[in-house]
């Protein structure tokens, strides 16, 4: 098959430009450390990368929702720890006060310690977190419990917020303040005792002790969930970790090249660029006499 000049030079000019397509990727590759630039240059990775991308977004929003479950229940496990040494310390004054040695006078003084307790009791109930009341539910901006009797705030239940600590898995951190201070009957055993020391009523101090043994029951039923759930958000961020780094890792294959590899294959184009250009200056300087010798 006859070949013309302009055949040759059109074939050697389309050498010249796909070596430096290929010498300008790898320059690319070697300048940025990516397999490719555009998404059009390789359709599969790219949707592979913006998958990873979107996971990795994901688990960053799920870890930091993590980080604030843990955050609210670790507060709260403080939180009822206080509430425990009160109930312990309202139950040591009733055993003083119930004793036969203990007089009117004596009971007052109790009841003014006991009347300090129900206001710590408040004052944890409406505990504040991040500008929130903790123990608010769904109502965080109002202070759930008041200082007057029966203590609630509102006749309407509280529910408690959820924080989506995993993909699809919702939970919340936090108990209300009706849960802990009201339902548990911390709050009534309180009172109860306080009116009793006022009256100066020793039964009712004495049936004070097993309420706020009851009371504290309860408290200490709430601690074991409430570390229960620590527990659980702690191993779901570290799940989370690992899958983040797989999800990394899994990325940078994709998308990443190794820079002794981009400088070796950058080297490799500049060679073959260079020996097309030298290549099609001989061709192109091919002249009618170079045929006729």
């Known amino acids: 098959m006859r070949v013309t000049t302009s055949q040759a030079q059109r074939a050697q000019l389309d050498y010249i ?27 599969a990775a790219t949707a592979d990368v913006l998958r990873a991308d979107s996971t990795l977004a994901a688990n960053a929003q799920f870890m930091r929702n993590g980080d604030l479950a843990i955050a609210r229940a670790s507060e709260e496990d403080r939180v009822l720890n206080s509430v425990q040494l009160i109930t312990e310390r309202a139950r040591e004054l009733a055993s ?38 903790l123990f608010g539910g769904t109502r965080e901006l109002e202070p759930p419990l008041i200082n ?48 009793a020391l006022d009256a100066n009523n020793v039964p009712g101090i004495t049936n004070a002790m097993p ?3 009851t009371a504290s029951d309860q408290v200490g039923r709430l601690l074991g969930e409430t570390g229960a759930r620590v527990n659980q958000y702690e191993t779901i961020k570290s799940q989370m970790l690992v899958a983040t ?12 090249i190794d820079l002794t590899d981009a400088a070796a294959n950058f080297a490799q184009a500049q060679s073959a660029y260079q020996a097309a250009l030298s290549a099609a200056n001989r061709v192109l300087n091919l002249n009618v006499m170079d045929y006729l010798r």
């Open 148 to 195: 007057t009797f029966p203590y609630r705030a509102s006749t309407d239940a509280l529910d408690n917020p959820q924080i989506e600590v995993a993909d699809g898995q919702l939970s919340a951190p936090n108990h209300n303040a009706y849960e802990i201070f009201l339902d548990s009957g911390v709050m009534q055993a309180l009172r109860d005792l306080s009116v």
């Open 245 to 256: 780094l797989d999800t990394r890792v899994r990325r940078s294959m994709i998308y990443d």
């Open 17 to 43: 430009q796909s070596n430096l397509q290929r010498l300008v990727k790898a320059q690319d590759q070697a300048a940025t450390g990516k397999r490719f630039q555009r998404g059009s240059e390789d359709p």
């Open 96 to 133: 003083q006060q119930a004793n036969a040695t203990a007089n009117a006078g004596t009971r007052l003084m109790a009841k003014a310690e006991v009347d300090l307790l129900i206001e710590s009791a408040i004052g944890l109930g409406n505990t504040r977190f991040n500008n929130v009341f």
């Open 211 to 213: 309420a706020l043994a």
